[in-house]
């Protein structure tokens, strides 16, 4: 009985997969690329650029993400804007994730010497191209283990879309929780969450691997 209890939990647990790996996968596509762009204008020499970028960083990190998603579902509606479920669990991780990789971007590109821009300037070599062609390369190398350590929380957080009612792993799980009045649910989306977690550690160890051997 048990080990078909496990079975039927693992079928309709895992159905909330797609939903999980998409709110991943999206915010992971944009978060990161605008997080290089915060980092970027965090350094601006432009003091309302900066401090723009600041208060903004300060905001998105102070706040806990749960609250963001919901201010962004049930709050903006308030002032006539209407973002869907998963919508808005898309806009505030991708806004939440991008100040914090924003900020782990700005570290790396401040341990960059500072030769290495007046070079490329002295070259010919515009802004522009210094940050994309020479600069962001080397502080993707330099601070892959802390954007690993976010991603990998990324994993874990995204059961945060459950606060507006999407059918991700642990929504699924707490439902049938509570109509079997049992925990065993709960572990099967546990275990979920781990082996996820695992193959996305494998993957960034095996892209830091292939990093440090090419140099």
Request: avoid cysteine; proline fraction near 3%.
């Amino acid at each position: 009985m048990l080990s078909l209890n496990l079975t039927n939990y693992i079928m309709q647990i895992s159905k909330g997969m797609g939903i999980t790996l998409s709110v991943f996968l999206v915010v992971l596509i944009f978060s990161i690329p605008l997080g290089a762009v915060v980092a970027i204008l965090r350094l601006s020499k432009i003091t309302f650029i900066r401090k723009i970028t600041e208060f903004y960083i300060w905001i998105l990190r102070g706040t806990p993400l749960l609250l963001q998603i919901i201010v962004i579902f049930y709050g903006l509606p308030l002032v006539h804007i209407t973002f869907g479920r998963l919508e808005s669990v898309y806009i505030a991780f991708i806004l939440n994730y991008a100040a914090y990789f924003g900020e782990i971007f700005r570290s790396g590109i401040q341990s960059i010497e500072r030769g290495q821009s007046e070079a490329a300037s002295i070259l010919g070599f515009t802004p522009f191209q210094i940050q994309t062609k020479i600069i962001l390369p080397q502080v993707f190398k330099r601070t892959l283990p802390a954007v690993g350590n976010e991603i990998i929380t990324l994993v874990k957080d995204t059961s945060l879309a459950y606060i507006v009612g999407t059918n991700e792993i642990l929504k699924l799980a707490k439902g049938i929780a509570n109509r079997d009045s049992t925990l065993l649910p709960y572990a099967v989306a546990g275990i979920m969450y781990l082996t996820l977690t695992y193959v996305i550690t494998r993957l960034l160890n095996a892209l830091e691997k292939r990093i440090n051997y090419e140099e």
